[in-house]
């Protein structure tokens, strides 16, 4: 089986303030499958993730949703063209209202740091080192 694309789905308690957040990132947005309950937030060519609002990300699901400020179900993983990149985003983050959850890692292979959004959402980035 191969898949062309990937949709992560999360829900935030506040559309309007995840947007703002993932804008001051850097991210845009597509406004096709973007509205009042959603937006799709663009990752890369290929990666996407739908800010959903709780009530309508409770419509796709028949369990109840939880809530990421208290809970961890998945952590995002993404990964950066170096540790500068990292430590940017990461820093861009903070200053839009995310959190750091803990402290930059160097495993030598790879680089991790990463934040969590206004809804508690964790997102991890790292950087690998050049093979040699």
């Not at 947007?19 to 406004?31: R, V």
């Not at 903070?94 to 402290?103: D, H, K, L, P, R």
Request: charged content about 20%; hydrophobic content about 45%.
């Amino acid at each position: 089986m191969t898949n062309k694309k990937i949709f992560v789905n999360i829900a935030v308690k506040d559309l309007k303030r995840a947007n703002a957040f993932f804008t001051a990132l850097g991210y845009a947005f597509n406004p096709q499958f973007s509205d009042e309950n959603a937006t799709c937030m663009i990752v890369s060519d290929d990666i996407f993730v739908m800010l959903l609002a709780d009530k309508y990300f409770q419509t796709f699901t028949p369990k109840a949703v939880g809530d990421s400020t208290k809970t961890t179900a998945a952590i995002i993983c993404l990964q950066c063209e170096s540790r500068e990149d990292v430590d940017a985003i990461v820093k861009k983050a903070v200053a839009a209202g995310g959190s750091t959850y803990n402290e930059a890692k160097d495993h030598g292979f790879m680089y991790q740091h990463g934040f969590m959004d206004p809804d508690g959402h964790i997102w991890e980035l790292v950087a690998m080192a050049a093979q040699g």
